[in-house]
């Protein structure tokens, strides 16, 4: 079935008063704001991509996902860089079809067509732990206002944050920071 569960809780009025009091309460740089989450976490920074790209300028999902009526509904109004890390053994977020919305990479392809992105490159990720497998880094650039789109598909990865620390071929949040701080909202 698909995954329709949502909060009652007004997260995206939440999320956006509490960047507002941030902003006001401290010197921040409100061109650099990112959500970032694992899992169902990964899903509410994806929605808040699609729901507040004027505040949020990219977005990280470790084994998240869109549910079809948001990958139907984003309403995002700007350009934002997304980057998302995936296994292909994910037993709980389908590499193939999520949870219901479509594979991972239609989520990638999906802010692409989003960003206007002309450019789309793969590359063989480093075996780091030599056990014969890694995966691919699906890049899409020459987007626009100089944002991107990034796919790690990691084969044989399941339901987990990847840490080079563990063993595993990429570390998740050197990765993720890599990929935001490049990027703020052009104004």
């Known amino acids: 079935s698909e995954f329709t569960s949502k909060s009652t809780a007004d997260d995206l009025g939440f999320v956006s008063r509490m960047i507002n009091e941030l902003e006001s309460r401290y010197n921040i740089d409100n ?30 999902s470790v084994t998240g996902f869109m549910s079809a009526d948001l990958l139907s509904n984003c309403g995002a109004a700007n ?14 977020v389908s590499w193939e ?8 990479l239609s989520i990638g392809e ?9 450019e789309l490159s793969q590359a063989a990720l480093d075996d780091y732990n030599g056990d014969g497998v890694s995966g691919v880094i699906h890049r899409y650039s020459e987007c626009d206002d100089h944002t991107e789109v ?38």
């Open 31 to 60: 061109t650099k704001v990112y959500a970032t989450g694992m899992s169902n976490g990964g899903a509410m920074s994806l929605y808040l991509a699609c729901s507040l790209s004027d505040q949020i300028t990219g977005v990280a």
């Open 110 to 118: 999906f802010w692409s067509g989003h960003n206007n992105c002309t």
């Open 97 to 104: 079809n999520g949870l219901g919305g479509g594979s991972i």
């Open 150 to 187: 990034q796919v790690y598909e990691i084969t044989g990865m399941d339901h987990v944050w990847p840490e080079s620390r563990r063993g595993d071929d990429v570390d998740g949040a050197r990765i993720i920071w890599e990929f935001l701080k490049r990027h703020s909202i052009k104004s």
């Open 79 to 92: 350009p934002t860089s997304v980057i998302l890390i995936h296994g292909t053994a994910d037993s709980v």
